[in-house]
Structure formats: C-alpha cells, structure tokens
C-alpha cells in the first residue's frame, strides 16, 4: 500500500479575531475562522480569551500549531480539513468533510463506516475528487444510525 503523505505547516499567522492564516509546504495558502472549534471543543475555549489566540506559533515541526502559554496544539491535518469543509466547493464535499471532522475519523475508520476504500476517503477529503451526493447522505444516515444506537 502507498504511504500517504501528511499536510504539513511552512507558516501561521494569527488573524484578527479567532483567524489563522495558514501556509502548508505544497504552498496552499487558507484564511481558517476557528470560531465554530473553540464554541464546539471545551479544550480551546481559553483561545477565546483576551488576545490568547494570537500566541499562535508553528509546532513540532510544522506539523501542530501550538498556544505554548496555554499548552494547546491542534494538527495539522486537522486545521487542512477544518479549512476544505470551510472553503469546499459543493454542499456534499461540505457535508462529508464535516462528518469526518465531527466523529474525527482517520481515513480507515471513514472508510469502514461508509464501506469505500480508504483511498477514496483520501481522494474526497483532499478535494482531488468530488464527493457523490450518495456519500453525503451514507454520512447522513450513518449520524442518524448512531443516534440511535446509542
């Protein structure tokens, strides 16, 4: 099996309000809003205070951006989806890019609740290929399926 290659951060640079612009080494460039995480993840909630967002700093190598005075990471991989589901093109990429981010899934547990292979997973949530409406709404169900189950 190929090995995938992980997103990566050449640069961040905190933005007004709870921003980042983030610079990856492929040279994609993103205006990330990170107002819905630090809302939906009790663990960034001290992000919200006074100016404690702009302490961004780059990370392990480019690989986490930190809060070092409040001992907080997020990855990489993580801020590259929370930015294709803010910037996706359709409302099914949105919807499944969301699912993913919402149950943080890897591509193989993706993959083995919607029963497509994982690089298809990796295909769909990189935006190299459009997401068919059928996935968006196997995510759909699959919510709805564990709501129930639960």
């Not at 991989?77 to 899934?105: C, G, K, V, Y």
């Not at 196997?138 to 129930?148: D, H, I, M, P």
Request: with cysteine; charged share 20%.
């Amino acid at each position: 099996m190929a090995s995938m290659k992980r997103p990566r951060l050449r640069a961040v640079q905190p933005r007004p309000g709870v921003r980042l612009e983030l610079t990856f080494t492929n040279g994609q460039r993103y205006d990330l809003d990170l107002s819905d995480s630090l809302a939906a993840y009790p663990g960034l909630a001290p992000l919200a205070k006074g100016n404690a967002f702009q302490g961004a700093t780059l990370g392990d190598g480019g690989w986490t951006v930190e809060w070092p005075a409040l001992d907080i990471q997020i990855g990489a991989d993580s801020l590259l989806l929370d930015t294709l589901a803010q910037t996706a093109p359709d409302e099914n990429t949105r919807i499944f890019i969301s699912w993913r981010l919402r149950h943080r899934m890897t591509l193989d547990q993706a993959a083995e609740a919607l029963g497509v292979s994982a690089r298809s997973i990796s295909r769909y949530s990189s935006g190299r290929e459009a997401v068919p409406r059928t996935l968006a709404l196997a995510c759909l169900g699959w919510e709805a399926w564990a709501r129930e189950a639960a």
